[in-house]
């Protein structure tokens, strides 16, 4: 299945075994981060990185 990554907007294909497939797949809608994106949002503040929006 390809997601689209919510943040940086990059097609993501996931497999069934990602620990977001059963979600995404019922809602095809809903958020999805890469994991680029995850360790980058972890890494830094939230006030930094809303600055870089
Ligand atoms: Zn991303």
Redesign the pocket.
Known sequence: MEVK??????K?SISKIHQDYAKLAKNPNGTF??????K?VKGETVSRWKKQI
Do not use: L, M
């Open positions: 990554c919510c943040i940086c907007g990059e993501v981060v890469c994991d680029s994106c995850q980058r």
